[in-house]
Structures are given as structure tokens and as C-alpha cells.
């Protein structure tokens, strides 16, 4: 990992679904979010350097499930310590108005 970050991530305490924005299956679930990126945990392995076109679980829509569509790089990923899990740090791409106005929900 030869690009760390420089912002600070707010870890969430209800962890957002993540689907994926093809097959619209589950993706995997953000574990943590700044206004550049996000970590995301998944039963699958992720793609470094890959990018991925996903919605995000908007909670702000208490009376029905809504997403956010939004493009994001995998900058890396790793099988987390527990095994059979793997968390992957990924960077927004174009973030979308509705999109940051979520970000600044979680700041």
C-alpha cells in the first residue's frame, strides 16, 4: 500500500450494504467513510486498481431502501484477520452531489 491516506475516516456504527451496481446482488458493507473513500468488507476478494460501479445504501430514506449510485477504485484489499472475510480501501471517483451530501451526513 504505497499511497496511505490523509484524511480521517468516521467508522460507522451501522455498517452500510454496498451492491453491486450490474448484478444489483450485495457487493459487500462500508466499515468506515471520509469525503475521498471508503473501507469495505466482503465475502469475496476485491480488485486492486480495479474499478467498480455501485450503489451505496442511503439511510437518510427511512420509509424505503434507496441508493446512491457512485464509481470507486480499489486501491487494495487483504484477507481481514478472522479469515473468509477481506476488507478493501477504496477511493471515490466523481462523487455525485447526492453522494457528498451523504458524506457530510457522516461528518
Request: charged share 25%; aromatic share 10%.
Amino acid at each position: 500500500m504505497d499511497d496511505q491516506r490523509t484524511e480521517q475516516r468516521t467508522h460507522l456504527i451501522y455498517y452500510l450494504r454496498v451492491f453491486d451496481r450490474q448484478t444489483h446482488t450485495l457487493f459487500g458493507h462500508v466499515v468506515d467513510i471520509s469525503p475521498k473513500g471508503m473501507l469495505i468488507t466482503s465475502d469475496k476478494p476485491m480488485s486492486a486498481k480495479s474499478q467498480y460501479q455501485l450503489e451505496l445504501e442511503d439511510v437518510t430514506m427511512i420509509d424505503h431502501l434507496a441508493t446512491i449510485d457512485m464509481n470507486a477504485e480499489c486501491r487494495w484489499c487483504q484477507e481481514d484477520d478472522t479469515g473468509g472475510l477481506y476488507d478493501g480501501g477504496f477511493r471515490f471517483i466523481e462523487p455525485s452531489d447526492r453522494l457528498n451530501s451523504l458524506l457530510t451526513h457522516y461528518q
